[in-house]
């Protein structure tokens, strides 16, 4: 109680009689002091009733978001790390993608050499394979050429022969000269 006496005396010190313009108070700027220490009383209770009943809530929400930015915090060094970790994992890859490229390039080489040798070992038993047919065709060619040829003058003698001599000779001397004839031109071919 002694508050309460303390601020109405204040207030009757403080009050001045209404002078009938409406204003109790002697300051321009100021309100009266009553009026002030009641908007003070009033602003006291509403604040305290705040921070007793709002403010649990409102520290709660301000930890939730302190924890919630610490947990993004950690999450992202995590996710810095795991980048990190990575990069250093491609890093290592790259240098043995680049051994491993010099390997399959050496690889390949050897491989196309191979192929190349093959390909004309091939090609060289091909040609000797070509040519050994190509000689044996010739001379099957000569072979049957000659023979044709010798069947043609055996042919053309014959009849030059028969009408040549046509009944002078007799069957054995007309053939002795046939093969003799055909012995020499296939001496001389």
Known sequence: M???????????AESVPNDGVGSTSLH???????????????????FGALFKFAGPTIKKSFSDRTARIQKELDDSAAAAAAAEAEAVRIRSAKGDIDAERSRLYADADAQAEALLADGRERL???MADIEARA????????GRSGDELRAE??????????????????DAAQQDLIEGFITRVGASS
């Open 2 to 12: 002694s508050l309460i006496a303390a601020v109405n005396a204040f207030i009757a």
């Open 28 to 46: 321009p700027i100021l309100p009266p002091t009553g009026e002030m220490i009641i908007g003070s009383l009033a602003s006291i209770i509403v």
């Open 124 to 126: 060289e038993a091909e």
């Open 135 to 142: 000689e044996a065709e010739l001379a099957s060619a000569a």
């Open 153 to 170: 003058i055996a042919r053309y003698s014959s009849s030059a022969i028969d009408s040549v001599v046509n009944g002078t000779l007799d």
